[in-house]
């Protein structure tokens, strides 16, 4: 007789962002673990899966809501609070982001005797990335930048406060998210969605928006139901414990290349780039994009909570090659591949099956 598998407890913490929301599915989609989401909202409880509403920014009331956690045995960190409007400086909010890091694992690590890892999710700012050229492809040893990050703080505090404790921890690095939570600023592809569909409700082609430079240079992405899964090797394998990896999808790309497929899932004619600001062209569209809710029915986001167009003006800014690479991570055991091409053209019309864009 098969014994029947030990079931685990993971506590997520962000569970309702754009890393988040992929792991929390992916884990109750899985019949030996249980799942306790962290999240200022309140997310929907279901079988195997629980909410918990807390300000982790309040050390006092993480405490207080976390002391019921001893049955935790992994965590699994991707909250984030940005900190001024340009996505390129996300990584200067080193006080606020450390906070919400030290809420959540300190209170976890006081009462959960079982904790075996906590997993952090990082990103490709380590290396320097949102600065300007940097050595690709990247590797995971590779030296810092020059600081201000709250990578940095994050990883170093909790390497330190890990130290002489029964639990590991492992540090994921994605680079640039393709998911869909709304009210995160942190996913390329709803900004492309609603760009195309702005333009094409205004009989524009669909014009790269970004410097001419960023067109050409190589690119890569990470799907979040990709990262999700890289979540859960990085919890369960061995050869992971205090170790940092690279995850994306497994391949490069050029938008030059990209562009006129996601112009096909639109049905509307690719053009040459025309470098623009977002944020400012994007500004006054809000009524314009009520007006297509309203005739297409689409599912009701407001304008602000599904689009952040300064992590579009960021992204299409990069005319400098990103690419880090993903040999550790293929050699300690995590083999998912993802193609970067099919997989916008995936995502993007799925959108378009789902209502979020018409």
């Not at 279901?46 to 993480?62: E, I, N, P, Q, T």
């Not at 080193?94 to 959540?104: D, K, V």
């Not at 205090?242 to 391949?251: F, V």
Request: aromatic fraction near 12%; include cysteine; proline fraction near 6%.
């Amino acid at each position: 007789m098969r014994a029947m598998p030990q079931t685990k407890t993971a506590v997520v913490v962000g569970a309702l962002g754009v890393i988040g929301r992929y792991i929390v599915d992916k884990l109750a989609g899985l019949p030996d673990w249980q799942v306790v989401g962290l999240s200022r909202r309140r997310g929907e409880d279901r079988a195997r899966l629980r909410y918990v509403s807390v300000d982790l920014g309040d050390a006092r009331d993480a405490a207080a809501k976390l002391k019921d956690l001893g049955e935790a045995t992994h965590v699994f960190y991707c909250a984030f609070q940005a900190s001024g409007t340009q996505a390129a400086d996300y990584a200067r909010g080193t006080a606020a982001n450390l906070a919400l890091l030290e809420n959540s694992v300190r209170p976890i690590d006081a009462v959960a005797k079982g904790l075996e890892r906590v997993v952090l999710v990082t990103g490709t700012k380590y290396y320097g990335s949102h600065l300007g050229p940097f050595k690709t492809p990247a590797r995971e040893d590779d030296p810092r930048h020059m600081p201000p990050d709250f990578y940095f703080d994050q990883i170093d505090w909790l390497t330190d406060f890990q130290r002489g404790r029964r639990w590991s921890w492992t540090e994921l690095r994605p680079q640039t998210l393709c998911g869909f939570a709304p009210g995160t600023p942190m996913s390329i592809v709803p900004v492309i969605a609603v760009y195309a569909a702005i333009s094409k409700a205004l009989g524009l082609p669909l014009r790269f928006p970004g410097k001419p430079g960023a067109y050409r240079a190589i690119y890569q992405v990470t799907d979040s139901a990709h990262l999700a899964n890289a979540f859960v090797w990085a919890a369960l394998e061995a050869r992971c414990a205090n170790q940092a990896y690279n995850i994306t999808n497994g391949d490069y790309f050029r938008w030059i290349n990209l562009w006129p497929r996601i112009a096909e899932v639109f049905e509307m004619p690719a053009a040459e780039p025309q470098a623009i600001s977002l944020v400012a062209h994007m500004a006054d569209k809000g009524p314009l994009w009520e007006r297509l809710v309203k005739a297409h029915r689409l599912q009701p986001y407001r304008y602000d909570e599904i689009v952040a167009w300064p992590f579009g003006d960021y992204v299409f800014s990069c005319d400098w090659d990103v690419m880090t690479s993903t040999t550790k991570a293929r050699q300690h055991g995590f083999q998912d591949v993802v193609d970067s091409e099919d997989m916008f053209v995936r995502l993007l019309t799925q959108f378009r099956r789902e209502r979020i864009v018409p």
